[in-house]
C-alpha cells in the first residue's frame, strides 16, 4: 500500500506525516526530518521524492511557487515523467517489501497524483490519497509572511493544488482532513487518519502522539487574518472559466541550435507545455551534428503529433542564417525566434498573442526573467534570478539606438512584417536580434506586455572565450549602432577574431621571435599575430584597439584584465593590414601604445575559428589512465602507428575541465601554443590554416561546448585513429560517463592498473616535484598520498564501477602496468587487437621498450621513511587490492603479496622499536 499525504503547502502536511510516523506508518529510508526555521519539526519528506518531483514539475514549465497553472496535455507520457516512474516504482518496491506499506508526504504530490497512480497500478497496489486542508486566506498568510509571496500569487497556488486533488483523487481511496480540526481535536482527528492508513490500533496510538501537536504553532488562524473573499472569488472563477485559448492564428516557432549538451531536451519541453495550441516547431541545425540532434528530439516526437519539423543545413551559416532558413520553411500568421538555450512560461503564447490583439499591434515583447546557470550532475542549476525587462510602454528606435533591451526569446511579431522590413542581416557574427529589433521599431513601435513570461538563460563560462558571445557582440557593435547609416557589414567584422592568452610567457617560442621595431609601425601583411604587452596594473577595464585605418575607434577592440603585473598575451587575427594600436580605459579616450611589447607573426590570417564539419569528429578511443601508469609511454607507441593519427596532443582535458581552472587551462594553452610554433612560418596551404585553427579551439574552448571538442579533431582523416589520453577521466563521477558515452556511444576505453600503493607514491612525487618541492619529507608525501586528488586517481574500483556500467564488455579493455615491463609485445599487441589495428613491429615495440623512463626517484627519502609509507598505503589499499585479485588473478596477487610483505616489516619494526 501507498499512502500519500497531499495538500498545499503549509497546510500542516509536514505535522501530519510526523504524527503517522510517530504511530508506526514507514516513511521510507531517506527521509528528511532536519528541522529548519519554516518547519521548527522538520518537513519529513523523502529526499529523493521532493527532489525528483521538484525536477519534474521544472521539466512541465510548473514551479510551485512562482508559475500556477494546469500542466501540459499528456504530460503523463513525457520522458521525464516516465523516468521518475521508474524511479519512484523501484523504491517502493523496496520500502512495501519491508514493510508492506510506504507513506510518502510531498506537498507536490498533489499536482502529480495521476503519475503516482500509474505507478500504484503497474506494482497492483493500493493507492491511498490523504488529503489535508487548511483555509485559502491562512496558507496565503503563511506563506507571505515565510517567504514574501504575494496574496494573490498565493491564492492561485492554493486553487490549482485543491482543484488538482480533486480531480485526480477521483477512484481512489480518499479522505479528507481539516487542518483547523487537527489544531483542535488533536487526538480524535488522528485517530481517524491512523485508521485511513491502517494503524493498529489507531485510538490508542493517537492518545499517545496527539501531545506532540503544538498549538503554539498554529499561525495565521482565520480569526486573525482579514478575509479576502472578493478577491479569492475572482481568482477561482476566472480558473474555472478558464478554457481553451482563442485560437488567434498559427505561430512559428523557429528553434536555432548547433546541439549543446542538455539544452535542447529544456526548450523541446518549454515549447510543449505552451498552453496555446496552434503553433508549429522548425528546428534550424545550424551545421552542428545531425545524430546527437536527432537522438536529443526523438524521445519527443511523439509529444508532437505533427507539429514538429527539424532541418538540417549542411555548414554552419550562423544564427541569423539559421532564422531566415527556419522562416522560410513554414508559412504562419505569427513568428517567434526560440534558441535551444532559453525558455517561456508556459502561457507565453497564449498571452502574448492576446497582447497583440487588444494592442492591435505587429510586434510585442514580455517582460523576462534573466536566469544565469551552471552544467551540476547532469542538470543545469540556476545561480541567480533577475528580473529583465524594458520598464516603457512602447519601443522606439530611440530606445534601440545605443543598445538591444530585450532578448530574441521575449519578442513575437506577425509574419507580414517581413515585407517591409526584410530579413535577419546574414552576415552579422552576433547582434543580429538588435540589428532586426532596430528595423522592426523603426517601422512601428514594439509593444511591451509586462507579464514576465520568457526565460532567458545564460551559463557561467569562461572569460573572454574566443566563441563568446562578448567577443562577437564587441566586433559587431559599431556597425549594429550606426545602421542604417552604415548599410554594408565589412568582411573585416567577420573574419577577425582575438583572444587573451593565460600564459606568462610562450616558452616554446624562446629563440624564435621576430621583434618589429615599433608597434605602431602597419602590420604589412595579415596574419595570425602574438602581442605581448606590459600594461600597468589597474582595477579599471582597458581596451586594446586595433584598426585597419590611421584613425582608431571603439570598432575593432578587446577587453584586458590588467589586475597581474604579469605580460598580457594578446592572440590577433587580422585578415588584412593593420594601421593602428592604441589602448583606453572604458569609455575613455584612446591613445597610442606606450608599454613595452613583443610582436610576432605566427602564420597567414586564419579564415574562421567556426567551422565545423557536417559529421564531427569525436575520439574513437580514450585512455582514462591509471596517472603513472604507462599512459605516456602508450601514448607515445601508438602514436608511431599508421592507422593513429598524429597531432601531437595526448591530454584534451574535455571532460573533467569545467572551462575555470587555470591550471587546465595554462596546460592547455601551451598545448596549443607548441603547434603554433611549429605552424608559425610554414606556407600558406589548408592543412596549415587548419592545424592553427583546431589549435586555438582547443587553447580557448568554450565550457562544456562538444563542438569545439570535435572542431579540434576534423582535420583527423577517416581511415585513421582519433585518441585522447587523458588519465583525468578516471576520477569522472557517472553523470559525466553518462554524457560522453552518450555523444560517443561506440568509444573504446583504455584502463592501465599499477600497484596501487606505487602508482599513488610515483604520482604524489610528480605532483611535489611540479610545484617545486624537490626532497619531501614523510608528512608531506603522506598528505598529497592522502589527498582526494590521488585518491581519486587510486580507487579502481570505482573508476571500473561506472565505466563498466555505461560501457559494453567488449568496449573497454583492462590492462596492467607490470605485464609492460615483463611482455611488452604482447602487452601493446592486446591493445592492437583490441583497436583492430595491424600489429605494431616487434623490433620498435621492444626498442621503445627499452628506453621508457622509470618512476621519479624518490630523493631525500630515507628507506625506512619511504616503506613505513608504503606500509601505509598498503592498509588503505589492501581490501581493495583483495577485490581485484578475485576477479584479475594475476599480477593483483603479486600486489597483495608485496602489501602483506610491508605491512608484516612494519608490525615487525614497530615491535622492535618498542623492545
Known sequence: MIILVVGMHRSGTSMVAREMHAMGLNL??????????????????????????????????????????????????????QSVHKLFAGIAREEMSHHGHWLVKDPRSSLLLPLWSTVADNLQVELRVLHVYRDCDEVAASLHARQGMPY????????????????DSIGLVYARFEHRDIMRSPQTQLASMGAFCGVLDPEAMAAN??????????????????????LNSQIFSTAATTGVPTDRGKVLIVMRTRWRLGLLPRALRSVLAQTY????????????????????????????????????????????????????????????????????????????????????????????????????????????????????????PAHLKTRNLFPPISLLFRRRMLHNI??????????????????????????????????????????????????????????????????????????????????????????????????????????LYLIGLDLPVTNKTLNFHYSSQSVLTLRQSLPLNCTSPDRTWILLNAPEPLCAFGLSQQGGEIKPISASHTMLRFADAVPSLNQM???????????????????????????????VWRWGIKEFHQFDWDGADPVIGKFRQ?????????????????????????????????????????????????????????????????????????????????????????????????????????????AQLLKVCESTYCELRTNYLRTLDIWERALPEDQLLVLFHEDLEC?????????????????????????????????????????????SVKAHLSRRWLPMIVTLEQRFGEPVRQWRLAAEARMRAADTAAKEQVK
Open 823 to 867: 611482455e611488452p609485445l604482447h602487452w601493446v599487441n592486446q591493445i592492437c587487437d583490441f583497436l583492430r589495428i595491424p600489429p605494431m613491429p616487434a623490433e620498435k615495440v621492444r626498442a621503445m621498450a627499452a628506453k621508457r623512463l622509470n618512476a621519479v626517484d624518490p630523493q631525500g627519502l630515507s628507506w625506512p621513511a619511504l616503506a
Open 422 to 527: 526584410g530579413e535577419f542581416h546574414e552576415k552579422l557574427p552576433a547582434l543580429g536580434d538588435w540589428h532586426f529589433n532596430k528595423r522592426l521599431a523603426q517601422t512601428e513601435p514594439i509593444t511591451v506586455c509586462p507579464q514576465e513570461l520568457a526565460i532567458w538563460h545564460l551559463r557561467i563560462s569562461p572569460r573572454d572565450a574566443p566563441n563568446s558571445p562578448q567577443l562577437d557582440h564587441c566586433r559587431a557593435y559599431e556597425f549594429v549602432k550606426a545602421w542604417p547609416e552604415e548599410a554594408p557589414l565589412p568582411d573585416f567584422f567577420s573574419n577577425a577574431r582575438q583572444v587573451i592568452l593565460w600564459i606568462k610567457t610562450p616558452s616554446s617560442l624562446v629563440g624564435e621571435q621576430t621583434q618589429l621595431p615599433n608597434l605602431n609601425d602597419p602590420l604589412t601583411a595579415p596574419g
Open 277 to 396: 495550441r496552434n503553433w508549429f516547431l522548425q528546428i534550424v541545425n545550424d551545421g552542428g551534428p545531425t545524430r546527437l540532434v536527432e537522438s536529443e528530439i526523438e524521445p519527443y516526437l511523439h509529444l508532437f503529433q505533427g507539429r514538429l519539423n527539424v532541418m538540417h543545413l549542411p555548414s554552419q551559416l550562423g544564427m541569423e542564417a539559421a532564422s531566415n532558413a527556419g522562416i522560410a520553411a513554414q508559412d504562419s500568421d505569427f513568428i517567434a525566434i526560440h534558441d535551444d538555450d532559453d525558455s517561456w512560461r508556459p502561457e507565453y503564447l497564449e498571452v502574448m498573442t492576446g497582447w497583440l490583439d487588444t494592442q492591435n499591434a505587429t510586434a510585442g515583447v514580455s517582460h523576462s526573467l534573466l536566469v544565469r546557470e551552471a552544467w551540476i550532475n547532469g542538470r543545469y542549476k540556476t545561480i541567480k534570478r533577475t528580473s529583465f525587462g524594458p520598464k516603457l510602454e512602447q519601443i522606439t
Open 670 to 778: 601551451t598545448q596549443a601554443m607548441a603547434l603554433l610554433s611549429k605552424h608559425a612560418y610554414a606556407d600558406g596551404t589548408p592543412q596549415r590554416d587548419q592545424a592553427v585553427r583546431m589549435a586555438l579551439r582547443h587553447a580557448f574552448p568554450v565550457s562544456g561546448m562538444w563542438e569545439n571538442y570535435s572542431a579540434s579533431l576534423q582535420a583527423a582523416p577517416a581511415g585513421q585513429l582519433v585518441c585522447d589520453f587523458t588519465p583525468a577521466y578516471a576520477t569522472l563521477d557517472e553523470n559525466k560517463v553518462a554524457e560522453i558515452i552518450k555523444v560517443m556511444p561506440h568509444v573504446k576505453v583504455i584502463f592501465i592498473l599499477r600497484d596501487p600503493v606505487t602508482r599513488t607514491i610515483s604520482s604524489a612525487l610528480h605532483l611535489l616535484h611540479r610545484s617545486g618541492v624537490k626532497k619531501p619529507d614523510v
Open 28 to 81: 521510507g529510508k531517506q527521509v528528511d526530518i532536519k528541522p529548519d526555521p519554516a518547519n521548527p519539526n522538520g518537513h519529513w519528506e523523502h529526499s529523493i521524492v521532493w527532489q525528483a518531483q521538484e525536477n519534474l514539475l521544472t521539466d512541465l514549465g510548473r514551479e510551485w511557487h512562482s508559475s500556477p497553472g494546469p500542466l501540459p496535455s499528456k504530460w503523463i507520457d513525457w520522458p521525464e515523467a
Open 152 to 167: 494573490e500569487l498565493a491564492c492561485q497556488i492554493w486553487f490549482e493544488h485543491q482543484s488538482a486533488i480533486e480531480r
Open 613 to 643: 564539419s557536417v559529421s564531427p569528429r569525436l575520439p574513437d578511443v580514450l585512455c582514462i589512465g591509471a596517472q603513472r601508469s604507462g599512459t605516456t609511454w602508450l601514448y607515445a607507441a601508438l602514436q608511431t602507428h599508421p592507422n
Open 209 to 230: 502522539c496527539a501531545g506532540l501537536i503544538e498549538e503554539d504553532l498554529w499561525h495565521h488562524r482565520q480569526d486573525e487574518t482579514p478575509l479576502r473573499s472578493s
